[in-house]
């Protein structure tokens, strides 16, 4: 084993935490830019996909209640997530006095100045 | 008859005294459920290869030669079962978290410089540093990378002292903060972070790591299959058996096989202490780094980060994120910092593989 001196370790060490920093803040980047990609690709597909869902052959006949405890259909959601949507939904549901299955929820969306506090 | 007492003739105090080792290491398991799937093992192996002519000894060498002597098989599988058990989540929806994941490898460093000062040739320095990852399997690989005469030495280390995460850290931290400063309230957006992120970020990580570190890349590369697998949703039996059974099965493996290395001759040495100490100086010195480093970044951001949660970037996950959020409600009741120190946390599992990947790259050619 070659000789390795104290000033080699000191150097190793200073050249080895920078890297680590470096390479770690090269995935931090890496996950923000990813993730804005990723979150700007899939709010286009839903917008896309939430004007087919408008078209008549979708709409179905207002205000038949399910049976009871039966739900169906989906809800889109924009920047909500699912938990927070189950919430809304309940709480819609509880003010109201309708139940779920008579309920028929269209979307959630966040609101864009909620959204800009949320990324702040 | 005379085979009897030959055998008992040839006992010498040496293994006794691993006896008592292997002993303590049962009792700390099960008394003082320190690390007890591993510190159980090894103290119970500790005692298996130090019986005079132990038969059991040559089967554990065995163990050792193809599970971990052999390119690290034991470390990289159980690698799969801890990626899969991690969820980055928190990580992603605050990337910034990444730099205390790399302020927490300080430790690393610090020991490198103070084992070579120690007289340690450099590949034991380095893997003795190595302890200071503050995690079992990268521990284990470099060190047997490195060929380091001390192997058992540091993994009982390595593991020891994660295992004293919560007795280590704590005034560590409050000495190193401020009661106020322990009271910063810090918020958590909960963002939803979208399948596809979860799916690429293991890939990504893969890469550039591997392209960085290409010694590291086997750690690295095995502990984000196991995420992948977790992340991608159509494995979730195979997540589920990664997690449990995968894992388990070789960490059964791994703590007996690592007292291949715990026999008198080789474990009863004046630098074994050394190296306790050398370690448990990387721990101290990983925790600084992390606080100071939130300490000076609160310098320049508007939104205040509470400095404990660096000192979760030494990567023993869970542990050190459940340290912080404890003490974070000692001092207030309301003020819950898990989300942000398991965030650190893992961001310190990926910052000590990528530290151990340098320094093989740097040492071990």
Request: aromatic content about 8%.
């Amino acid at each position: 084993m070659e000789e390795f001196t104290i000033v080699d370790a000191l150097l190793t060490s200073v050249i080895g935490i920078a890297t680590v920093m470096v390479i770690l803040a090269i995935i931090a980047v890496l996950i923000i830019v990813v993730s804005k990609v990723i979150r700007a690709f899939e709010n286009k597909t839903a917008k896309s996909e939430a004007v087919i869902g408008d078209t008549p052959a979708e709409v179905k006949p207002a205000g038949v209640p399910m049976p009871e405890g039966m739900n169906e259909g989906e809800v889109e959601l924009i920047g909500t997530d699912e938990k927070t949507a189950a919430v809304i939904m309940a709480l819609v549901s509880h003010n109201s006095g309708i139940p779920l299955n008579r309920l028929s929820f269209k979307s959630i969306k966040l609101l864009d100045d909620e959204k800009k506090g949320a990324d702040k | 008859m005379d085979v009897l007492y030959e055998n008992l003739l040839t006992l010498n105090w040496a293994q006794v005294a691993m006896w008592a080792i292997g002993g303590v290491l049962i009792y700390l398991a099960i008394a003082k459920e320190m690390e007890p799937t591993l510190l159980l093992p090894m103290g119970f192996g500790a005692i298996l290869v130090n019986l005079p002519n132990s038969g059991a000894a040559a089967v554990i060498e065995h163990l050792f030669e193809i599970g971990i002597n052999q390119h690290e098989l034991f470390p990289l599988i159980l690698f799969i079962g801890i990626g899969a058990m991690i969820d980055f989540e928190p990580l992603l929806t605050n990337p910034k978290l990444m730099f205390f994941g790399a302020a927490a490898q300080f430790g690393i460093f610090f020991t490198l410089c103070m084992a070579s000062f120690f007289g340690f040739e450099i590949n034991d320095a380095a893997s003795i540093a190595i302890i200071g990852a503050a995690d079992g399997p990268t521990s284990i690989f470099v060190a047997n990378m490195l060929n380091s005469s001390y192997t058992a030495a540091i993994m009982v280390a390595a593991y020891s002292y994660m295992a004293l995460v919560p007795i280590v850290q704590p005034p560590i931290i409050k000495l190193c903060t401020t009661k106020a400063e322990r009271k910063i309230r810090m918020n958590y957006t909960g963002k939803k972070v979208s399948k596809r992120t979860k799916i690429l970020f293991p890939i990504i990580i893969t890469a550039i790591v591997g392209m960085v570190a290409p010694d590291a890349v086997a750690l690295i590369g095995f502990l984000m299959f196991g995420n992948l697998i977790r992340e991608c949703g159509v494995l979730n039996s195979l997540s589920e058996t990664a997690q449990k059974v995968l894992a388990n099965l070789i960490t059964i493996f791994l703590g007996i096989t690592i007292a291949s290395r715990m026999t008198a001759a080789e474990f009863l040495r004046l630098e074994t202490l050394l190296i306790m100490g050398l370690g448990l100086v990387a721990f101290i010195v990983d925790t600084f780094g992390g606080v100071m480093l939130a300490k000076i970044m609160n310098l320049f951001f508007k939104n205040k980060i509470n400095p404990m949660i660096g000192a979760a970037g030494i990567s023993a996950f869970p542990m050190s994120a459940r340290v912080v959020h404890k003490l974070g409600l000692e001092e207030d009741n309301q003020n819950f910092l898990l989300m942000h120190s398991i965030g650190v946390n893992v961001s310190g599992q990926i910052a000590s593989v990528i530290a151990g990947g340098l320094i093989l790259a740097f040492l071990a050619k």
